[in-house]
């Protein structure tokens, strides 16, 4: 029997997370038609409007009043990963940087030495539902990288490699490649403090789509000290070396070599694998430093000067201008997505 599984265990809303990552996420809201604010098209009596989890209908407002997400709120001394599968996001912060992106794009924000940022979840559709799928992952920095300058960076859809493989059988296997290089494909690359920056640290996020009967070799680390999570978030079990592990469970596995994924019954995976940063966290909602003098550090610099400030007329904003996806810079700079297709890799 393999000895490539370490442990598994059940997931819940928030998944367990392994230095390098401090969080992760799978918000997965299926959303009604919007109305003329790019809110929800309903009533919204019975939400606990501001703290809204519950999913009542199968949808949340989070801490959205008027149109869902999160609206406003500062960070410190770590970075969001946001992976975007369906619906749009709408960002804003206190550097005064602008984006719309989504459907399969990822936005990789530094906060550094602090930054405020709302992320709000626009219904565009007013016939239809607007479903949003998105994944959200905190990946910490080093002690010498945490004060940094703020930074984002967005890997628009197209730009972001995608692997083919095809088993013996013909089945197929997608692997999109968010971060760290797979089978001759590189990924945009993460912004430049970010611990996936150093080769060293061995950061991957893939997305890991199995279709039923399909048998994929997950190559062997390049570090002997990565260490490797397997989420199984949709289809009901996925066979690491032959080992079972069911549907919405998290899998630590071995990374000193190959392992062979495979489902009878299809089965996507999102994999995060990185080597340990090995330094004291300390964390208290939105900072994440060393020691708690840090954190009293960070609340006292925030009530001191907020980041920058909040340079826009309101704490949940939406780009009603904006006519597709973008991203516009504090200089002013705009960048929008390239009219490309993505980068694929057929392997056998």
Same mark, same amino acid.
């Given at each position: ?25 799978? &918000?997965?809201?299926h ?17 606990d409007l501001?703290?809204? $989890?519950a ?15 999160f609206?406003?709120?500062?960070h ?7 992976? @975007? ?5 709408? &960002?804003?912060?206190s ?6 992106f #989504? ?8 906060? *550094? ?7 709000? $979840?626009l ?5 239809? *539902? ?8 905190w990946?910490n920095?080093?002690a ?19 692997? &083919? ?18 089978? #001759?494909?590189?990924?945009?690359p ?8 150093r ?20 190559p ?7 260490? !490797?999570?397997? /989420? ?10 032959g ?9 630590v ?21 990185? !080597? ?7 964390? /208290?909602?939105? $900072? @994440?430093?060393?020691?708690?003098? *840090? ?6 610099? /925030?009530?001191?000067?907020? $980041? ?12 009603r ?12 700079? @705009? ?8 980068? @694929?890799s057929t392997?056998?």
């Amino acid at each position: 029997m393999s000895d490539a599984v370490i442990q598994t265990i059940e997931l819940g809303s928030q998944w367990p997370t392994i230095d390098p990552f401090l969080f992760c996420v799978h &918000h997965d809201d299926h959303y009604p038609a919007g109305n003329e604010h790019a809110g929800p098209a309903v009533a919204l009596q019975g939400r606990d409007l501001g703290q809204d $989890f519950a999913g009542l209908d199968g949808w949340r407002m989070y801490h959205g009043v008027e149109v869902p997400g999160f609206p406003n709120h500062p960070h410190r001394g770590f970075e969001t990963v946001t992976y @975007v599968r369906q619906g749009l996001i709408d &960002h804003s912060d206190s550097l005064g940087a602008a984006a719309r992106f #989504g459907r399969g794009d990822v936005q990789w924000l530094t906060a *550094g030495s602090g930054i405020v940022h709302s992320e709000m $979840f626009l219904l565009l559709d007013q016939e239809r *539902g607007n479903p949003l799928e998105l994944f959200q992952i905190w990946v910490n920095l080093p002690a010498e990288d945490k004060m940094v300058a703020p930074h984002f960076s967005m890997l628009w859809d197209g730009a972001i490699p995608r692997l &083919h493989h095809r088993d013996d059988n013909g089945r197929l296997s997608e692997i999109t490649v968010i971060a760290g290089a797979l089978g #001759g494909l590189v990924p945009p690359p993460p912004p430049p403090h970010s611990w996936a920056s150093r080769a060293n640290a061995d950061v991957a996020i893939w997305h890991l789509n199995l279709e039923p009967g399909a048998r994929w070799p997950l190559p062997a680390a390049a570090g002997i000290e990565t260490i !490797r999570t397997l /989420y199984v978030f949709a289809g009901e079990s996925l066979y690491i070396d032959g080992i079972e592990v069911g549907g919405r469970t998290a899998t630590v596995v071995r990374g000193d070599g190959e392992i062979v994924l495979s489902s009878t019954g299809g089965a996507e995976v999102l994999l995060l694998q990185g !080597r340990p940063i090995g330094e004291p966290v300390a964390r /208290y909602g939105p $900072f @994440v430093m060393n020691d708690d003098d *840090g954190i009293e550090q960070a609340f006292a610099d /925030y009530r001191a000067t907020r $980041f920058g400030g909040w340079p826009w007329p309101s704490e949940e904003p939406v780009h009603r201008e904006a006519t597709g996806r973008f991203a516009r810079r504090p200089d002013g700079t @705009v960048e929008t997505p390239a009219a490309v297709t993505g980068r @694929v890799s057929t392997a056998p």
